[in-house]
């Protein structure tokens, strides 16, 4: 079962649009996601042969909308009563919570800068962030309530995607620090308080998403092949070591790797080839086996194009960013229910 959070809010006419689904069309998107493109427009209906070649829409869990506002980048609280999301329905980058079913809607940050990708702690006492209001990406941790907001890196390159660890003592991140290009980016990760950091991937790829393991000896990132296009999801050993590549797909284009809580599956987001639509999001197993679609490729009026998945801590749920079919100033937050294993 599918609820979506809609949010049908246009966004002002100097922000980057992407293609449209469920929740946040965010001018972020291309900078947050090295050398990605925005995507183009779906067409209106699928061709007949991706019809008969695709899963019936009908065999698959159907989201329900859950809110009604612009978002993006949407995480469960702990108690996974709450969700923490980026929007620029006011004009900018700022972070709101939701109740799980869209209401409730309150802002947590706001600045005149972009606040962007919010990740509440394990215990849901802080949320991370990041902000641009110094020049540059850095990571901010407050508290639940926005108050408390203190920054964790400074740093004159970019700092993207922070998560915590399943202990909330370390906090892996992306950073083009070091590195000749901005959009060049690797995985470290550092303390809570932001001391320790540690570099964890050294070039020639550009590692961003990572998620740790529950248990935290791996790490799955989405990483762009040196000298390609392609975008894969990798597994690493937590040291960086050990790459192994679960999507291995050439011709489509796959990221934003998570974890479910158990450890069993991940979830990314994967699609046509240079992330055109359909963009759909997939279970597999860690060993790369078991690779299946939780969302379908098409609404009635067009293709879809999901992205952004996180779990909830019980790891019955998941939800995502959806653009939908023929729109760029549209997005919208879905949650849908994950199927138990056969």
């Known amino acids: 079962m599918l609820l979506s959070l809609l949010v049908s809010t ?44 695709a899963t019936p829409p009908a065999a698959l869990p159907m989201p329900r909308r859950v809110t009604h506002v612009v978002h993006a980048y949407a995480h469960f609280s702990a108690d996974d009563t709450e969700l923490v999301y980026q929007s620029n329905a006011n004009g900018d980058w700022d972070l709101f919570v939701c109740a799980l079913d869209g209401s409730a809607v309150r802002p947590i940050v706001r600045s005149p800068a972009a606040d962007i990708t919010p990740v509440f702690s394990p215990d849901g006492a802080r949320i991370l962030f990041v902000s641009e209001r ?61 001391s320790d950091v540690r ?37 690493l050993d937590a040291d960086g070591s050990n790459p192994r590549n679960l999507s291995n797909d050439a011709a489509s284009y796959d990221g934003w790797p998570v974890w479910s809580p158990d450890g069993a599956r991940i979830a990314f987001a994967g699609g046509g080839p240079a992330g055109r639509p359909p963009h759909r999001i997939f279970l597999i197993d860690p060993d790369g086996a078991n690779r299946v679609a939780l969302t379908g490729p098409w609404l009635p009026d067009g293709y879809v194009y999901d992205t952004q998945p996180c779990f909830s801590h019980d790891g019955r749920k998941l939800v995502f960013t959806r653009y939908r079919p023929g729109e760029r100033e549209i997005a919208e937050l879905c949650v849908v229910d994950v199927p138990a294993r056969a």
């Not at 992407?18 to 090295?34: G, M």
């Not at 004159?156 to 959009?183: K, Q, T």
């Not at 570099?199 to 790490?219: L, N």
């Open 10 to 53: 246009s966004f002002a006419a100097s922000t980057p649009l992407l293609a449209t689904p469920l929740l946040a069309t965010h001018a972020e998107l291309p900078a947050a996601h090295p050398r990605a493109t925005n995507p183009p427009q779906a067409p209106a209906s699928p061709p007949p042969a991706a019809q008969s070649n």
């Open 199 to 235: 570099q964890i991937t050294r070039g020639p790829d550009v590692d961003t998403y990572g998620s740790w393991s529950p248990d935290g000896t791996r790490i799955v990132t989405r990483r762009v092949l040196a000298g390609t296009s392609d975008n894969e999801v990798v597994l």
């Open 134 to 194: 110094d020049g540059q990406r850095e990571v901010y941790v407050c508290a639940r309530d926005g108050s408390d907001q203190r920054r964790l890196t400074e740093n004159p390159a970019h700092d993207l995607h922070p998560v915590w660890s399943r202990d909330g003592a370390r906090i892996l991140f992306s950073s083009s620090r070091g590195n000749a290009s901005p959009d060049d980016y690797d995985l470290y990760s550092m303390r809570a308080d932001g």
